[in-house]
């Protein structure tokens, strides 16, 4: 090596190390590193094609020829009329769905078993978007349940609280009630129904929605919407196959209001800091300081501290349907 240049592996290491190697051991690094590079080229391979093959959450790599639908839905909150398991989910968004149509009308139900997600839905609101040209354009929207004004408070987030299966009660009371408190919809974007309505109300679109809770605790949201409010009068043979695009997208929660300092002992808030700095006595921390046993856990910011600031994400699901057309 007198030109000073790196031009073979033997010259790399001889270069870095500034020491000589046996033949044996200079094949042993040798063989290591063409090792390394082999496997670095595998993972860059994988990974090309584990982007090309799977369908994202939300994308537009969903395409689906939805169910005829034989008999009208009636969309009482519940899925009675619907093929059960239901066809499609969001595993990120923790929904399942399915799309049916007649002639005259389009069909989807939302089920939402993770009590999260429930929350998410029941209380920051839901919007479905239809996109009659299959893009992704948030123009005709039906937003049910609306935004629920009245503030959600940090225990209401904890999923090991009112969720407990020993205080299922409390569970399915506070999901009726705000199932209940839900009574208006709006429409943006139709042909002649724009506005606000009641769930009992009548509109011009005869566009009808509800919610309820199934049997197994699960929250069922269905609506119908005619063709005629968005698309054309009914439909026949030539719109077997129209593309459609639909979005469901769950809001997100608004920060939760941390509890008060009022009628604590000593004053501060808790999670705050006590008066001159520096940390509660006990807050947390077993005698001698250090970690608590088990390594934090939910409220050291845990898995139980994930899922909850989960709720303060809005989840997008897109999705691409094709019509069907008598029985096809």
């Not at 994308?59 to 059960?84: A, F, K, L, Y």
């Not at 923790?94 to 002639?103: A, R, T």
């Not at 029941?122 to 948030?138: P, W």
């Not at 439909?235 to 509890?259: Q, R, T, Y």
């Amino acid at each position: 090596m007198t030109s000073g240049r790196v031009a073979t592996f033997s010259d790399y290491i001889a270069t870095q190390s500034g020491r000589f190697y046996t033949q044996d051991k200079f094949a042993e690094i040798s063989f290591m590193y063409q090792l390394v590079r082999l496997g670095a080229l595998v993972a860059f391979m994988v990974a090309i094609v584990s982007c090309g093959a799977t369908k994202k959450t939300g994308s537009h790599q969903q395409e689906n020829t939805i169910i005829w639908q034989v008999n009208p839905i009636v969309v009482d909150g519940n899925n009675n009329d619907w093929e059960i398991p239901y066809r499609h989910m969001d595993e990120k968004a923790k929904i399942q769905y399915s799309f049916s149509n007649d002639k005259e009308n389009l069909y989807l139900t939302v089920k939402a078993s993770d009590r999260m997600t429930q929350m998410k839905i029941l209380t920051a609101g839901m919007q479905v978007s239809i996109d009659k040209e299959g893009r992704k354009n948030q123009v005709t929207n039906i937003l049910f349940p609306l935004e629920n004004l009245q503030p959600v408070k940090m225990e209401a987030m904890d999923p090991n609280a009112e969720f407990a299966p020993d205080q299922n009660t409390a569970m399915l009371k506070r999901l009726d009630n705000l199932i209940s408190s839900a009574r208006e919809f709006s429409l943006q974007g139709f042909n002649d129904c724009n506005g606000t309505y009641l769930i009992a109300q009548k509109n011009k679109c005869s566009i009808e929605t509800k919610m309820g809770v199934d049997q197994n605790n699960e929250l069922i949201w269905e609506v119908v919407v005619p063709f005629k409010s968005f698309y054309k009068g009914t439909i026949d043979s030539s719109d077997l196959g129209k593309l459609f695009s639909v979005c469901i997208e769950i809001n997100a929660l608004k920060k939760p209001e941390m509890p008060s300092s009022q009628g604590l002992p000593g004053g501060p808030s808790r999670g705050g800091m006590p008066p001159g700095g520096g940390m509660p006595s006990g807050a947390g921390m077993p005698p001698g300081g250090g970690m608590p046993p088990g390594g934090g856990g939910s409220e050291m910011g845990g898995p139980d501290m994930a899922d909850r600031m989960k709720a303060f994400e809005a989840t997008t699901t897109w999705v691409k349907i094709r019509l069907a057309y008598n029985g096809r």
